[in-house]
T-cell receptor, first 114, second 114 residues
Framework: DTAVSQTPKYLVTQMGNDKSIKCEQN?????MYWYKQDSKKFLKIMFS???????INETVPNRFSPKSPDKAHLNLHINSLELGDSAVYFC?????????????FGPGTRLTVT | GQNIDQPTEMTATEGAIVQINCTYQ??????LFWYQQHAGEAPTFLSY????GLEEKGRFSSFLSRSKGYSYLLLKELQMKDSASYLC???????????????FGTGTQLKVEL
């Protein structure tokens, strides 16, 4: 059983296009996250939602718009893609927003912008 | 803000013990996590420390000293499958509006050799 799943696993697109990445968790968790891991393997938080409400919004270009239709899903839409957006995007979830809860990561979406 | 430092790379021999250090400087602190990430895969949770001292879990142990801003991950009886990146991550604590915001270090790439 997949705990945190993401689609697609690979995404190759051209500059200027708009794309979406979907994430679903079947763990019954309340909190979900989006992270970006760049070519140097640095993992950085982008957004977090708790029960469909945005609770963390890091300094991310407003071309990135997360959306949580329900607490089991957190999607990421990216407008006007740029070369610098190329990275691996990880979705994660945790039982709640409390600090001690471990986060469960999805398999990642490797985005390549050409 | 947070500043988290880890060695970039380490090499060790199968069957040996290795210690991966992490130092942090934070404006707030409410726990430190260690995650393991194999190449091309998602990070997976290893340990969480919020109080000073050593937490042991099988072959892996994690230590925290809050006064020194220091943690280490100790891996015993190294196996080839332990070759991976080990990520130290600090949580700032309860943010306005809630949120378990993890700030990751750049990771330590461990190579286990025969």
């Amino acid at each position: 059983d997949t705990a945190v799943s993401q689609t697609p696993k690979y995404l190759v697109t051209q500059m200027g296009n708009d794309k979406s990445i979907k994430c679903e968790q079947n763990l019954g968790h309340d909190t979900m996250y989006w992270y970006k891991q760049d070519s140097k393997k640095f993992l950085k938080i982008m957004f977090s939602y708790n029960n469909k409400e945005l609770i963390i919004n890091e300094t991310v270009p407003n071309r990135f718009s997360p959306k949580s239709p329900d607490k089991a899903h957190l999607n990421l839409h990216i407008n006007s893609l740029e070369l610098g957006d190329s990275a691996v995007y990880f979705c994660a979830s945790s039982l709640g927003p409390t600090n001690s809860y471990e986060q469960y990561f999805g398999p990642g979406t490797r985005l390549t912008v050409t | 803000g947070q500043n988290i430092d880890q060695p970039t790379e380490m090499t060790a021999t199968e069957g040996a013990i290795v210690q991966i250090n992490c130092t942090y400087q934070t404006s707030g602190f409410n726990g430190l996590f260690w995650y393991q990430q194999h190449a091309g895969e998602a990070p997976t949770f290893l340990s969480y420390n919020v109080l000073d001292g050593l937490e042991e879990k099988g072959r892996f142990s994690s230590f925290l000293s809050r006064s020194k801003g220091y943690s280490y991950l100790l891996l015993k009886e190294l196996q080839m499958k332990d070759s991976a990146s080990y990520l130290c991550a600090v949580t700032e604590g309860w943010l306005t509006g809630g949120g378990n915001k993890l700030t990751f270090g750049t990771g330590t790439q461990l190579k286990v050799e025969l």
